[in-house]
């Protein structure tokens, strides 16, 4: 049995009259997904490994408001988002990490406006300034020489510009990274931006993440890499709709490298 890994919450840090290093925003599929926690987990054990002092809301964190803002539900975004910003600046956090883009994007971009500026960070780009710092190594490894194509979440990429961290992720762990025709400026959704993820899809011929499935099965990868725990699903999906689960893997990059750290 693995040894557990202790999870502190701000509260705790705070009542030993400590501030954490970072505060890791987990999000709600990285908390309820059953598929989603697998990739909380490793990030986890990365941040532990490295020694990063960092914290979690845990029952204090609530909804970004990301989904009720893309479904049109103003109203509701800024109820979730007020009471996440009154909580963060209750606890005078200054930095945060998250795995999902979804919740990236929203805090850094859509709170300050309502009174909530921090520096945030995607799990990507956080690991990235870990190991150029020195505090996490990482070197091949299991998927060393396996084909990867990295399918770039929307509000990583697009929305906001970040496709370097995760490639340099991949660098590290010594892959073949076979880019999909689309990506990067010009990627493609998996299906369930906008709130798609919790609805079915509008009458069409094709489901959008069957689309963007093909597009990464014409790379023909040993595993798909994500960095976004909706991005996961869909592959995933789009994945056993073509019944190629037994071939190829749908992994996030923190998985990835914790899986070749045996972690």
């Known amino acids: 049995m693995a040894e557990a890994i202790k999870v502190p919450t701000m509260a705790e840090f705070m009542a030993q009259g400590k501030s954490p290093e970072v505060l890791f925003w987990v999000g709600c599929a990285g908390s309820f997904d059953d598929r989603a926690k697998k ?3 490793a990030f986890v054990k990365l941040l532990a490994k490295a020694g990063v002092e960092f914290a979690v809301l845990g029952t204090e964190e609530s909804c970004t408001g990301d989904p009720a803002k893309r ?9 979730q988002a007020v009471t996440n910003i009154e909580v963060l600046n209750g606890y005078e956090v200054k930095k945060i990490v998250t795995a999902c883009p979804h919740c990236f994007n929203t805090i850094a971009n859509e709170y300050p406006g309502l009174g909530g500026t921090y520096e ?6 956080f690991l990235k300034s ?7 190594t990482v070197e091949g490894g299991k998927y060393k020489g396996k084909r990867i194509t990295f399918h770039d979440p929307c ?3 697009r929305a906001n510009r970040i496709y370097e961290a995760p490639r340099d992720l991949l660098a590290k762990l010594e892959v073949e990274l076979v880019e999909m025709k689309r990506c990067k ?3 493609f959704c998996c299906g369930a931006g906008g709130a798609q993820m919790f609805k079915e899809p509008e009458p069409g011929n094709k489901d959008v993440n069957i689309e963007r499935t093909e597009q990464a099965l014409e790379t023909k990868p040993d ?3 994500a960095g976004c725990p909706f991005c996961n699903t869909m592959m995933t999906d789009g994945i056993k709709n073509k019944e190629k689960e037994s071939e190829i893997e749908v992994l ?10 045996d972690l």
Not at 120 to 125: A, E, M, P, R, S
């Open 252 to 261: 996030d990059i923190a998985e990835m490298i914790a899986a070749a750290e």
């Open 155 to 157: 509000y990583l990429a």
């Open 120 to 125: 945030v960070l995607h799990h990507t780009q």
């Open 130 to 136: 870990l190991i150029s710092e020195g505090r996490l």
């Open 71 to 79: 479904a049109g539900n103003e109203f509701l975004f800024q109820m």
């Open 223 to 225: 595993i798909i890499a």
């Open 39 to 41: 990739i909380t987990k």
């Open 185 to 187: 400026t010009n990627g």
